[in-house]
């Protein structure tokens, strides 16, 4: 049986552990709505209202004019019912290194108190930034057992600290290491030098990210786009699991979504009872905190493994840059051998392991993981499969794409509220490090093909020599990441604020497909929903005047759809709901804490940026001994 061959990019790819079988605990089973926790996502201001914040801000007003505008414009942009509050430091006296107030709690958003209380807010005494970043982390709400959300500082300020007591970057680091859900993002108004090292040290040690911001314009827009990163988090949904650092303990997974966390340079594995004959498909998506450190070598890797030293199956997906953390989602799959007799196709035990690989200097905390667990059935002894469809064909780089004029759309955060969209023509926008997912129903014998079109914006100063990137990639029914290092697209291009396109695809869908050896073939074995995920690099914050930046989608589902996967099947008669339809749609304009929680802002699973010397790569390898 052809199976899947290796890929390598020069990557790093990490060694597989022994670990010797136990007996199993009590299965995992996810809940019937599929979701697990009731999280809570919040974000606290902390303004900075010390005496400098008086002075002119070189455009004939005050800093603090411009902060109080700022505030507002955040407030205005974020969904209803998200919880926010406002915390001031130097505002009540003139000397005192204890001067630091809650302002407004944090509730669902109350936009005309948040202003009004800004709007109070008088520049007098010192910049006690450790103490007001300490006290702002209790003003968050805690979160309830077992729940992912995302709790968020947003740090304003002029300055550096003049008290240090507390530190404010020992403060960050401590508050960073405290859990998974807590982010410090920080914004520098009109600062240099040691403020703005600081400030930096405070957002990279708080799992965050510092935005420089050298006039009102720029605080306006760094502080809308931290504040929607924040509200606009990867909302999560599954039943909690823990894995286990060997195959000894670890729990055992029914098919169903989980969740878990993962550290730095840590496996982790999941137990599963296999039949020997249905094709099983596993995903792991790890979500950081946007833009945190990175290098272009870390990984995350999915494996399948049995007996006491065999690994069936194993992928590996590379961060491929250093700009800033993405979710990053790898898939690997058990596909018994086309004649039977495999090693890895006897029924019983084995063991889904998932590993994260970081170099020296990458974000140092436990990253959210949402897994999944499908199981499909062998197809009858009667049915004789369609061939397998390996080619781009018509689907290629020439395909004839829409024309027509665009459709508003508001991507989701993610794959669980993904937007469900059609071929045509999509209008949207993004924020720099940000992901929009977009879901398609693609049937037996169809393939999908889109282009993705970042339009002419306006720069900072109507120039701007950083460069960033934009990138895409498509995932299968099971969350396999496909069309990357295929020699067809390229999922990633620099961005510097001028029109960019990004063209992306799959091949048809064929169950056959399971048997061929390419990376990219393989897991377009199943009708259904596929996804679409958008990106744009964190460094283009430092090119666009515009909070956000519009793209299209120019969308084709290519082919006639069958009406399943046997050889010479019929055609899906016209105006009969198509059967791979997902009628599901997790988006709300406001704010959900329900089944689908907020966490963590996307970005896309894997993405290159032009001139690094490393290759965009997934590495996938079949059957072998572990040694």
Same mark, same amino acid.
């Given at each position: 049986?052809?199976?899947?061959?290796?890929?390598?990019?020069?990557?790093?790819?990490?060694?597989?552990?022994?670990?010797?079988?136990?007996?199993?605990?009590?299965?995992?089973?996810?809940?019937?709505?599929?979701?697990?926790?009731?999280?809570?996502?919040?974000?606290?201001?902390?303004?900075?209202?010390?005496?400098?914040?008086?002075?002119?801000?070189?455009?004939?007003? &005050?800093?603090?004019?411009?902060?109080?505008?700022?505030?507002?414009?955040?407030?205005?942009?974020?969904?209803?019912?998200?919880?926010?509050?406002?915390?001031?430091?130097?505002?009540?006296?003139?000397?005192?290194?204890?001067?630091?107030?809650?302002?407004?709690?944090?509730?669902?958003?109350?936009?005309?108190?948040?202003?009004?209380?800004?709007?109070?807010? &008088?520049?007098?005494?010192? &910049?006690?930034?450790?103490?007001?970043?300490?006290?702002?982390?209790?003003?968050?709400? #805690?979160?309830?057992?077992?729940?992912?959300?995302?709790?968020?500082?947003?740090?304003?300020?002029?300055?550096?600290? *003049?008290?240090?007591?507390? /530190?404010?970057?020992?403060?960050?680091?401590?508050?960073?290491?405290?859990?998974?859900?807590?982010?410090?993002?920080?914004?520098?108004?009109?600062?240099?030098?040691?403020?703005?090292?600081?400030?930096?040290?405070?957002?990279?040690?708080?799992?965050?990210?510092?935005?420089?911001? /050298?006039?009102?314009?720029?605080?306006?827009?760094?502080?809308?786009?931290?504040?929607?990163?924040?509200?606009?988090?990867?909302?999560?949904?599954?039943?909690?699991? %823990?894995?286990?650092?060997?195959?000894?303990?670890?729990?055992?997974?029914?098919?169903?979504?989980?969740?878990?966390?993962?550290?730095? *340079?840590?496996?982790?594995?999941?137990?599963? %009872?296999?039949?020997?004959?249905?094709?099983?498909?596993?995903?792991?998506?790890?979500?950081?905190?946007?833009?945190?450190?990175?290098?272009?070598?870390?990984?995350?890797?999915?494996?399948?493994?049995?007996?006491?030293?065999?690994?069936?199956?194993?992928?590996?997906?590379?961060?491929?840059?250093?700009?800033?953390?993405?979710?990053?989602?790898?898939?690997?799959?058990?596909?018994?051998?086309?004649?039977?007799?495999?090693?890895?196709?006897?029924?019983?035990?084995?063991?889904?392991?998932?590993?994260?690989?970081?170099?020296?200097?990458?974000?140092?905390?436990?990253?959210?993981? %949402?897994?999944?667990?499908?199981?499909?059935?062998?197809?009858?002894?009667?049915?004789?499969?369609?061939?397998? %469809?390996? #080619?781009?064909?018509?689907?290629?780089?020439?395909?004839?794409?829409?024309?027509?004029?665009?459709?508003?759309?508001?991507?989701?955060?993610?794959? *669980?509220?993904?937007?469900?969209?059609?071929?045509?023509?999509?209008?949207?926008?993004?924020?720099?490090?940000?992901?929009?997912?977009?879901?398609?129903?693609?049937?037996?014998?169809?393939?999908?093909?889109?282009?993705?079109?970042?339009?002419?914006?306006?720069?900072?100063?109507?120039?701007?020599?950083?460069?960033?990137?934009?990138?895409?990639?498509?995932?299968?029914?099971?969350?396999?990441?496909?069309?990357?290092?295929?020699?067809?697209?390229?999922?990633?291009?620099?961005?510097?604020?001028? /029109?960019?396109?990004?063209?992306?695809?799959?091949?048809?869908?064929?169950?056959?497909?399971?048997?061929?050896?390419?990376?990219?073939?393989?897991?377009?074995?199943?009708?259904?929903?596929?996804?679409?995920?958008?990106?744009?690099?964190?460094?283009?914050?430092?090119?666009? #005047?515009?909070?956000?930046?519009?793209?299209?989608?120019?969308?084709?589902?290519?082919?006639?759809?069958?009406?399943?996967?046997?050889?010479?099947?019929?055609?899906?008669?016209?105006?009969?709901?198509?059967?791979? #339809?997902?009628?599901?749609?997790?988006?709300?304009?406001?704010?959900?804490?329900?089944?689908?929680?907020?966490?963590?802002?996307?970005?896309?699973?894997?993405?290159?940026?032009?001139?690094?010397?490393?290759?965009?790569?997934?590495?996938?390898?079949? *059957?072998?001994?572990?040694?």
């Amino acid at each position: 049986m052809a199976r899947r061959h290796r890929r390598l990019a020069r990557a790093l790819i990490g060694g597989v552990l022994l670990a010797l079988a136990a007996p199993l605990p009590a299965r995992a089973a996810p809940s019937d709505e599929g979701a697990a926790v009731d999280g809570t996502s919040s974000m606290v201001m902390v303004l900075d209202s010390s005496g400098s914040m008086a002075e002119d801000d070189g455009s004939g007003s &005050t800093r603090i004019a411009a902060a109080r505008k700022a505030v507002g414009t955040v407030v205005d942009a974020l969904p209803d019912g998200y919880p926010a509050g406002l915390r001031v430091y130097g505002a009540d006296k003139p000397k005192g290194c204890d001067d630091t107030r809650l302002v407004h709690p944090v509730k669902p958003v109350d936009r005309a108190g948040i202003k009004q209380a800004v709007a109070k807010v &008088t520049p007098r005494g010192d &910049t006690p930034i450790g103490l007001s970043l300490h006290k702002a982390a209790a003003d968050l709400p #805690e979160r309830t057992g077992g729940s992912i959300g995302q709790r968020t500082i947003l740090l304003i300020s002029d300055g550096e600290d *003049n008290c240090q007591s507390p /530190p404010p970057c020992e403060i960050a680091e401590q508050l960073g290491r405290n859990g998974v859900d807590l982010r410090i993002d920080a914004i520098g108004f009109q600062v240099r030098g040691k403020a703005r090292e600081q400030l930096q040290c405070i957002a990279e040690a708080g799992n965050g990210r510092y935005y420089d911001a /050298p006039d009102a314009k720029a605080l306006a827009r760094q502080l809308q786009r931290a504040g929607q990163l924040s509200a606009d988090g990867y909302r999560f949904r599954g039943a909690k699991a %823990e894995g286990a650092p060997g195959r000894k303990g670890a729990p055992r997974l029914v098919p169903g979504q989980y969740l878990d966390t993962i550290g730095p *340079n840590e496996k982790r594995y999941y137990a599963v %009872e296999l039949d020997g004959k249905s094709t099983v498909n596993f995903s792991a998506t790890a979500v950081p905190q946007p833009g945190v450190a990175v290098d272009v070598t870390d990984v995350l890797g999915t494996g399948v493994e049995s007996g006491t030293d065999t690994v069936c199956e194993s992928s590996t997906e590379l961060s491929g840059q250093k700009e800033g953390a993405t979710p990053i989602t790898s898939g690997v799959s058990r596909i018994p051998s086309e004649k039977g007799g495999g090693s890895c196709d006897e029924p019983g035990r084995y063991w889904l392991a998932v590993e994260r690989k970081a170099s020296d200097g990458s974000d140092a905390s436990r990253w959210p993981l %949402e897994l999944t667990y499908d199981v499909e059935k062998p197809l009858p002894k009667s049915v004789t499969p369609a061939q397998s %469809e390996p #080619e781009y064909g018509a689907g290629g780089k020439e395909a004839l794409l829409p024309t027509t004029a665009p459709k508003d759309v508001t991507g989701g955060t993610g794959f *669980n509220d993904a937007r469900q969209i059609r071929q045509g023509v999509w209008r949207d926008d993004v924020l720099p490090s940000q992901t929009l997912w977009y879901k398609v129903a693609v049937g037996w014998g169809q393939q999908l093909r889109y282009d993705v079109e970042f339009a002419n914006e306006p720069t900072v100063k109507g120039y701007s020599s950083a460069t960033s990137y934009g990138a895409t990639q498509v995932y299968t029914p099971a969350r396999h990441p496909v069309g990357g290092g295929t020699g067809e697209f390229s999922p990633q291009s620099v961005y510097n604020g001028r /029109p960019m396109a990004l063209e992306m695809g799959t091949v048809p869908v064929a169950w056959t497909n399971r048997y061929e050896s390419h990376p990219n073939t393989i897991p377009v074995h199943d009708k259904g929903t596929f996804y679409i995920a958008v990106t744009l690099g964190a460094r283009a914050a430092e090119i666009a #005047e515009n909070p956000h930046i519009g793209f299209r989608l120019r969308v084709a589902v290519l082919g006639k759809e069958k009406s399943g996967p046997q050889h010479n099947a019929p055609l899906v008669t016209a105006g009969v709901p198509r059967p791979s #339809e997902d009628s599901r749609d997790g988006h709300s304009g406001g704010w959900t804490s329900g089944p689908v929680i907020a966490a963590v802002a996307c970005g896309v699973g894997i993405v290159l940026l032009s001139g690094l010397a490393v290759a965009y790569g997934r590495v996938r390898r079949k *059957n072998r001994t572990i040694r």
